[in-house]
């Protein structure tokens, strides 16, 4: 009995607070949607970033053919570094190096998809205590990683009047003491938007005046429409110290592979040994991504542009689509999209005085059409929606032709909604 | 100036405490190891439990034309749900289930290799504070993971004279309220043990009796030798709650694949829905192992029982080698595996007093004799070194003479070794 010190009578296993405080908000708000589709219509999801659900934005073969050669060479069963293969880690130095932000292996760490680089990112520049900055509306990871490690987010705003660029003032307003990391994301997962050269150089000045080093989630980097230029944030960052995120998923429509990396930028020498050193480390908590994705990254890389191309202009031909059809509906208020694969569409809630909010208009377009898009509250950003702009060109239509509906029967003037709320 | 709230006038990035607690022993002492081997004998590398890297041991050709087939099919290079395809899971549960301990596809979740099962297991079941219950000897990983998570471990000893059998008078005196898992390692990484059925049953009082669930680190599961029955822990359990971690990387031969799982066994319902929601969750941060090797499980699993059949007797022929001879040198009491691909041996260290400690043991071995083995620090266990017995026969024939010729060499007799210290 004395030896029992304590032990409890009854089993009591619980949960840890930290699985506790791990928190998907898509996840939540989707699953407390509890509608059925209308079933006279086919569901039309235009809710989830997988380019490869449709079937129509099919990897190129010569993607498929590097995975088989690296199966076929039987050099890629066994394990790799924990941060990757040095040839693998070489392959993707030399594809994003540029003079102006060098590249070596040593700057490349592989992971288990952008969002383990993201999580091994947080990990190393964050104790718990500190604070974020994360952008609203933005991608939900952020927040999810944040809050399950203990670190308090700080959104900074984003301006649909100037397509999503920072609030830099606001932004600026965040920075505290505890202020550890900046996340940037661009081209933006929800927004569809791609900063200008002179945008991202007044982020760079808000971070080195501030001393705050920063994330830059690139993982729809080069994913931009002909109009328009990418430019790699590290590239024209002359001290601010950078870790930048990417991987396979988006731009070479393989999502599933989870191969995402870490590409640090540091020219000053600001984060040092330490901060390599601990992301080093914490690869070897899980030890890296599959080898045979790693083995096959150098053809890989190597993919014809055409089929990046190919990509690109499905994508841009489909958000001018969307937006035109959107644009011409009475009470939405789509914002044009430069990149990535998504356009966010503002919702004139007073004109739709049926529906509390950008949740229940969600709901009853599902209800009604069939048709679902993720409503702004999953990006922290209520009154709008997001469409996924990868679905076939068809379906798209087909998607707004049926918001068209929805929209011209639940549409009321100011003047009739305030009729309604009088009675 | 207001503004800057503190912010600093200098850059000061510094890595976060938890990258600071991370710490891989091994990585550590072999690093610390610095020594060149000798020049004129091939290196002969018995340190890593990587079964790919001499190329005698391939996967089967059927495990490679099940990845070809999942890439062919292009039905998998999407994001699969983030605790892996339904069909893969069914296809582990259908794999493992017996009507001692059933399981379906609810109850296991696909994990980025062992290593991410054993992270997200612990993750779910311990807090900060807590402490866990770990092998001494054991796999370093256990203690680099709890470390980071601010997870307490304590140790329990194994019993070289008995097989390396739980001290369990020992892991029970451990036991206090704030013990939140046991974890234990059958068949065991390093010593190659297979505890009975007799045993197992003890451990399972032991955590019945004191409340505690167990971690059941079963990578080398179904890895024993003809004479020895495997028992997976939780065919055996009527009442403790297990989680059960394994992956493909041993047995089939693909360490680099990561792909791993958690099985869940709770037929009590004490784990309840807490822990397995708890354990969904944990999966979202970020999502998976690699869809490619998720669709070619069904068919990895159905590999010919004959592939299994040849590792097993190529790794038993091996042990019976490798222990025979080093069961005839003097100074040297290595302990005969019955499983898993390793096999420990004590060092009678009064007869070799030119070494400190089997690090320096492991040191001179490699400078002399250009063989590399872990010292049994590596595993928190002086006085023994590892030995990997993947390595093709003539390695490790040769070898083992080579590490005859070195312990003739410095062996002493106990008298001899007095006099030595006595001038
Ligand atoms: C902005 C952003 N970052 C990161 C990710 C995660 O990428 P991965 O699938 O490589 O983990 C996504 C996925 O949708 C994303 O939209
Ligand atoms: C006992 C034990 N558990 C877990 C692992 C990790 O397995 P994985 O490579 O699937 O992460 C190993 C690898 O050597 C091991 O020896």
């Known amino acids: 009995l004395g030896k029992m010190k304590g032990r409890k009578a009854r089993w009591a296993v619980r949960a840890s607070d930290m699985s506790k405080k791990t928190f998907n908000p898509i996840r939540a708000i ?14 039309i999801s235009l809710s989830i970033g997988d380019p490869t659900v449709f079937g129509n934005l099919p990897t190129d073969s010569e993607v498929t053919q590097a995975m088989k050669d690296a199966l076929d060479s039987g050099k890629y069963n066994g394990y790799a570094p924990s941060i990757g293969y040095l040839s693998s880690r070489e392959e993707i130095a030399s594809y994003y190096h540029c003079s102006e932000a060098p590249l070596e292996a040593k700057d490349v760490i592989l992971t288990s998809g952008c969002s383990q680089a993201i999580e091994l990112a947080l990990s190393v520049l964050v104790n718990p205590g500190q604070n974020i900055l994360i952008p609203r509306p933005g991608f939900s990871l952020y927040k999810t990683l944040a809050e399950s490690m203990g670190i308090e987010v700080k959104f900074y705003n984003l301006l649909p009047e100037k397509s999503w660029e920072i609030d830099l003032k606001h932004l600026e307003s965040l920075i505290d003491e505890k202020t550890a990391c900046l996340i ?10 791609v900063f200008s050269k002179s945008h991202l150089q007044e982020i760079l000045s808000v ?77 070897q908590k899980i030890l890296g991504p599959c080898t045979i994705v790693q083995g096959a990254l150098k053809s890989i890389m190597r993919t014809p542009q055409e089929f990046y191309h190919n990509t690109l202009s499905f ?55 069939s048709v679902f898009c993720l409503p702004g509250k999953c990006f922290e ?9 990868t679905v076939p060109k068809v379906m798209m239509l087909e998607a707004c032709s049926r918001i068209q509906e929805f929209c011209e029967k639940h549409y009321q003037s100011v003047e009739g909604a305030q009729e309604e709320c009088d009675k």
């Open 30 to 43: 989707v699953d407390s949607m509890k509608v059925q589709p209308n079933a006279n219509k086919t569901m």
């Open 184 to 193: 940037v994301n661009n081209p933006s997962n929800p927004c569809g938007s």
């Open 207 to 283: 971070a080195a005046r501030q001393r705050v080093p920063i994330l830059a989630d690139e993982i729809y980097g080069d994913m931009v429409f002909s109009d328009c230029k990418y430019e790699p944030l590290a590239s024209l960052s002359t001290n601010v110290p950078i870790l930048s995120c990417g991987g396979l998923a988006k731009r070479w429509l393989v999502p599933g592979w989870r191969l995402g990396w870490i590409l640090i930028h540091d020219r000053r020498d600001i984060f040092g040994n330490e901060i390599r050193d601990g992301l080093v480390k914490l690869t």
């Open 315 to 369: 994508l841009k031909s489909n958000a001018d689509l969307c937006y035109g059809a959107l644009a011409a509906i009475p009470g939405l208020q789509p914002v044009l999209p430069a990149g990535a694969m998504y356009l966010m569409v503002g919702i004139e809630m007073e004109h739709f005085p049926e529906f509390e909010n950008d949740v229940e208009f969600s709901e009853r377009l599902i209800e009604e059409q």
């Open 381 to 389: 950003y209520p009154n709008f929606f997001r469409v996924v702009i």
